[in-house]
């Protein structure tokens, strides 16, 4: 049987130890910052293609571009002119298709491409995976939830 006295020392012990515990928790502070890299340089993730034996699929890359007030537009033309670096990977949309123009509002981007972008060699799947790694590169800024795509200011092509 328990003394009266010791309950209230059981409950202050408890206290005292949850306390500490969660005061060790926050003594940790903040994480550190990630490592700078080049100042002359921001990190875009984007998407290319890449086979297994059965199947093809995207592979998330890093790519460090110039900054720019535009850094959707210069992302996009990273994953067409830009080299992926994982080994086997390969771009899927045509070298000379650029961006004409990309607007964004409420979580929606509407990227205008030239005509090219619909000279894609590579079959429905590579067309679907082509289309994916657009949306994927997109979708990697804050605010772009969804992507449209226009042709050269057609909906239609």
């Known amino acids: 049987m328990l003394r009266k006295p010791f309950l209230p020392i059981m409950l202050v012990t408890f206290f005292l130890c949850a306390l500490l515990f969660l005061s060790a928790c926050d003594s940790q502070g903040p994480a550190p910052p990630p490592p700078d890299g080049d100042p002359a340089t921001t990190a875009v993730a984007v998407y290319y293609l890449k086979a297994?034996?059965?199947?093809?699929?995207?592979?998330r890359e890093v790519h460090e571009i110039a900054p720019?007030?535009?850094?959707?537009?210069?992302?996009?033309?990273?994953?067409?002119?830009?080299?992926?670096?994982?080994?086997?990977a390969y771009r899927v949309l045509p070298a000379?298709?650029?961006?004409?123009?990309l607007e964004g509002e409420d979580g929606l981007a509407t990227v205008d491409f030239s005509r090219e972008i619909l000279d894609a060699n590579v079959g429905a799947a590579g067309e679907a995976l082509g289309i994916q790694s657009i949306v994927n590169t997109l979708t990697e800024f804050p605010g772009i939830e969804q992507v449209m795509f226009l042709v050269e200011g057609d909906l239609d092509e």
């Open 52 to 59: 297994s034996p059965t199947d093809f699929y995207l592979v």
């Open 68 to 88: 720019t007030d535009e850094m959707e537009v210069a992302a996009l033309e990273e994953l067409i002119q830009g080299e992926p670096l994982t080994a086997g």
């Open 96 to 101: 000379d298709a650029s961006i004409l123009g």
